[in-house]
């Protein structure tokens, strides 16, 4: 896992600014669907894998956009984050759908007639 400090140090004052608003806003979203779906009571080690794994992606866009100045690699390799959560997602079955998702293509179907009225 790269060092955030690190990371921070190898850009610019600009980039910083970028690399702030961008962790921020993944980081809030991700927070404010696991509290709605889950509960925050169940964070697990696995939602903080998956965060670190936000802070390793944007390192890596700004490493592969050549704006890291830095003589070390600090980007580190997400390639085990991603394998533990491609499998976490493997794992999930598909339960029997829910009755708002049943309804959806009437709902749809209504919408549509509307609109052409």
Same mark, same amino acid.
């Given at each position: &896992?790269?060092?955030?400090r690190?990371?921070? =140090?190898?850009?610019?004052?600009?980039?910083?600014?970028? @690399?702030?608003?961008?962790?921020?806003? &993944?980081?809030? %979203?991700?927070?404010? &669907?696991?509290?709605? +779906?889950?509960? +925050?009571?169940? @964070?697990?080690?696995k939602?903080?894998?998956? +965060?670190?794994?936000?802070?390793?992606?944007?390192? *890596?866009?700004f490493?592969?956009?050549?704006?890291?100045?830095? *003589?070390?690699? +600090?980007?580190?390799?997400?390639?085990?984050?991603?394998? %533990?959560?491609? =499998?976490?997602?493997?794992?999930?079955?598909? =339960?029997?759908?829910?009755?708002?998702?049943?309804?959806?293509?009437?709902?749809? =179907?209504? @919408?549509?007639?509307?609109?052409?009225?």
């Amino acid at each position: &896992m790269p060092d955030v400090r690190e990371i921070l =140090k190898a850009l610019s004052p600009e980039d910083r600014v970028v @690399w702030e608003q961008c962790r921020t806003e &993944m980081r809030r %979203a991700y927070l404010t &669907m696991h509290n709605s +779906i889950l509960g +925050i009571t169940t @964070w697990d080690a696995k939602d903080d894998a998956f +965060i670190d794994l936000i802070d390793i992606k944007i390192a *890596t866009l700004f490493d592969r956009g050549g704006r890291l100045q830095s *003589t070390k690699d +600090i980007t580190g390799n997400g390639s085990e984050i991603e394998e %533990a959560v491609k =499998k976490a997602a493997e794992a999930i079955k598909p =339960k029997e759908q829910s009755q708002s998702a049943k309804l959806l293509p009437e709902t749809k =179907k209504a @919408w549509e007639g509307a609109l052409k009225s």
